[in-house]
């Protein structure tokens, strides 16, 4: 199984709102990959959000509410920031939730707005998949997964939210699609956001063990430097994963 996260054309295109360093070339490479490798099956995750979503502005109103502003418990406590139609309780709860895992809630460029040019997959990527469909005549699996539609909370990994208290019955569902096979081969972006947080729930599921395989020219990280990415080098020594 070819696991491709997040290759929507806002991360993976240099026109995109949150553009990946490097990620048209990752893009390549995974295509170059289908075309070489021939997988069994392929899943693609697409990062899906509307306009009102708690990781864009449009969310909120007050001092500073701007892309890339941090927003954290006590701006909303003190009303500096609020949102503008989520009750306050609620949202304090999921910040209190996010900064006990700290973590903090950041403000993104609206980004993946389903149905947009940033949500589609890139054209190379595209004509890969479909010269592989077609090329078994539509009878390897190939599973497309929307991630992040819910709207008061964040979803990084393609298999979770950040809060756990938030609904979530897809999740499961394709981390047993995913445990059916032998390989799964993981790439994607961000290396060091969507694609390290599903592997750390790929890592807390013992059938996954000695299954992983990243490849790394199919992945682009926003900081290189990230303490995200020691996730790959703790599955590489203590989980039976493997670098392709």
Known sequence: ?????????????????????????AIEAIAHYINENNPEAIAISLDTHRRYHV?????????????FTNVRSEDVE???????????????AYLHDMESQGRVHTLWPEHCLVGSWGWACPNQLVQAVNT?????HGQRPLHFYQKGEYPDAEMFSIFS??????????????????AQYDEVVVCGFAKDYCVAESVKDLRNDSRFEGKLRFFEAGMAAIDPQSANLSIYEECLNNFGAKCI
């Open 78 to 92: 003190n009303g500096r920031i609020a949102p503008v139609f989520a009750p306050k309780e609620q949202v304090l």
């Open 132 to 136: 592989w469909d077609n090329r078994h």
């Open 55 to 67: 990781g864009h502005c449009a969310y909120w109103q007050g001092e500073g509410v701007k892309p």
């Open 1 to 25: 199984m070819l696991l491709i996260i997040d290759p929507n054309n806002d991360f993976a295109d240099s026109h995109g709102s949150l553009y990946v360093p490097n990620a048209n070339k």
């Open 161 to 178: 939210y950040v809060n756990e208290a938030t609904p979530n019955t897809h999740g499961k569902l394709v981390l047993d699609q995913l």
